[in-house]
């Protein structure tokens, strides 16, 4: 058990850039989530895969931000056209089966929009 | 939508001192964990305690899941127990965290 890992752990780019991030899951864990995390808060939860398929997505979200799980492993976040106020910790977790188990988060990536 | 609130929001102690973080929340979950942030912003799994009492080495929680609270009891705090904890709760398949406890240990 490696645990899950995120890549890049820092990324500083300028307004308008597309980024994308990686997470790999715990691998036997189905289930996969995204949470940001703004300085001073708690994080928030952003969305989740029930293996490849998308399950929920928070208003959070908006339509310049997408993620996948094609193949029910890793799974990418792509941010369009960065904003300053996208500047956030993004976090993934995972778990092994839904209903309240237990979630498990990797160290994050630290976005800057410069 | 569910609230978490967590109590106090800061903490100074001196080392070797005891405390007690509070989570309450405002409606049923399925679970509830506690996390320790990191300086780098790792969060570390502490407890997974739907309910009853954990107790690992210095660190125990309880939850009063009837009553829709939590208590992380600290002991004999060293400086590396500095750090934000988070109370995050479960419903309907996502994490609800709080915003947080900041501990401050002294040397």
């Known amino acids: 058990d490696t645990g899950v890992s995120q890549d890049p752990r820092h990324k500083i780019t300028k307004r308008g850039q597309n980024v994308t991030f990686r997470c790999d899951p715990i691998s036997e864990h189905n289930r996969l989530y995204w949470y940001r995390q703004t300085l001073g808060q708690g994080p928030e939860f952003l969305t989740y895969?029930?293996?490849?398929?998308?399950?929920?997505k928070s208003r959070l979200l908006s339509d310049r931000f997408s993620a996948e799980r094609p193949k029910g492993s890793f799974s990418t976040l792509e941010i369009q056209r960065t904003e300053q106020g996208d500047s956030a910790m993004y976090l993934c977790?995972?778990?092994?089966?839904?209903?309240?188990?237990?979630?498990?988060f990797g160290p994050g990536t630290r976005l800057t929009v410069t | 939508g569910i609230q978490v609130e967590q109590s106090p929001p800061d903490l100074i102690l001196q080392e070797g001192a005891n405390s007690t973080l509070r989570c309450n929340f405002s409606?049923?979950?399925?679970?509830l964990q506690w996390f320790h942030q990191n300086p780098w912003g790792q969060l570390i799994n502490l407890f997974y305690i739907p309910s009853g009492t954990k107790q690992n080495g210095r660190l125990s929680a309880t939850t009063v899941a009837t009553e829709r609270y939590s208590l992380l009891y600290i002991s004999s705090s060293q400086t590396t127990d500095s750090g934000v904890y988070f109370c995050a709760v479960n419903r309907d398949d996502k994490i609800i965290f709080g915003k947080g406890t900041r501990l401050h240990i002294l040397p």
């Open positions: 409606d049923s979950v399925n679970n």
């Open positions: 977790a995972s778990s092994l089966l839904g209903g309240g188990s237990q979630q498990y």
């Open positions: 895969f029930q293996n490849e398929a998308q399950l929920e």
